[in-house]
C-alpha cells in the first residue's frame, strides 16, 4: 500500500507540474525528478524490510538524505539507455553502432546495484557516495554476472514495451502520450525498484560467502 500511495502522490503532483507549469518539455523534467522519487522510498523500504533494519523515522531520514543522489543517478542510467537503444535502432545497416549500442546498454546492466546502494549503504560518505556506488555496483555485477544478465533483459523489455505504450497513445489520441509515459513510468518503477533491491542484497550475501 505505501508503494501505490508513493507512486500516486508522485504521479499527482507530476500531474499538477505539466498542468500549470510553463515550462518548455514540463512533462520530461516530471518523469525525470517524479521516477527517482518512487525509486528512493522503495528501495529504503524493501531494504530495510528485506533486513530488519531502521525504524521509520531512520528509513523517511535515509530518505531525504539520499534523494538528490538517486535523482542524479536514475537521470545518467536513463540517458545511458537512451543512448544504447538509439545507437542500436540507428545501427540497424551498421555493425558497429550496433555492437556500441549493445555495450552501452550492457553497461547500464552493470549499474543496476548503484541505486540501491546509494540508498540502502549505512556508512557511505555524501563526497564519494555516487561514484563509489558506481564502481560498487560493476564488482558485485560480476558476482553473479547471469543475474545481470537477467535484469538486462528485463530492462530492455520494460524500455521496449514502454515504447510500444507510447506508440499506441500517440496514435489513440493526441496528447494522451504524455499522461501516459508518466503512469507508467511511475508505476513501473516501484516493482523494478523492488526486484532490484532483492537482487542486490541476495549478490551481497553471496559475495560475502565466497569471501570467507
Known amino acids: 500500500m505505501l508503494y501505490l500511495a508513493t507512486c500516486a502522490v508522485v504521479f499527482g503532483a507530476q500531474v499538477a507540474f505539466v498542468a500549470f507549469s510553463h515550462v518548455k518539455m514540463a512533462d520530461f523534467y516530471a518523469g525525470l525528478i517524479g521516477t527517482p522519487l518512487v525509486i528512493v522510498v522503495v528501495t ?28 542524479l543517478l536514475d537521470v545518467g542510467l536513463s540517458f545511458v539507455q537512451i543512448s544504447g537503444i538509439e545507437a542500436m535502432l540507428s545501427g540497424a545497416s551498421n555493425a558497429g553502432d550496433t555492437i556500441t549500442g549493445f555495450l552501452t546498454l550492457l553497461l547500464s546492466a552493470m549499474l543496476v546495484y548503484a541505486e540501491p546502494f546509494t540508498a540502502l549503504e549505512r556508512d557511505a560518505a555524501m563526497l564519494t557516495l555516487l561514484p ?47 499522461w501516459t509515459d508518466l503512469a507508467l513510468g511511475t508505476l513501473l518503477s516501484a516493482p523494478l525498484a523492488v526486484l532490484f533491491t532483492v537482487a542486490y542484497l541476495d549478490t551481497l550475501t553471496q559475495e560475502h560467502l565466497t569471501t570467507r
Open 44 to 71: 529504503v523500504f524493501a531494504g530495510a524490510d528485506a533486513t530488519n533494519t531502521m525504524t521509520l523515522a531512520q528509513r523517511w531520514e535515509r530518505i531525504l538524505e539520499r534523494a538528490w543522489a538517486i535523482i
Open 132 to 178: 563509489f556506488a558506481i564502481l560498487r555496483s560493476m564488482m558485485l555485477g560480476w558476482v553473479n554476472i547471469s543475474r545481470i544478465f537477467s535484469l538486462f533483459a528485463v530492462q530492455i523489455a520494460v524500455i521496449l514495451g514502454s515504447i510500444l505504450v507510447h506508440q499506441a497513445a500517440t496514435k489513440l489520441l493526441a496528447g494522451a502520450a504524455t
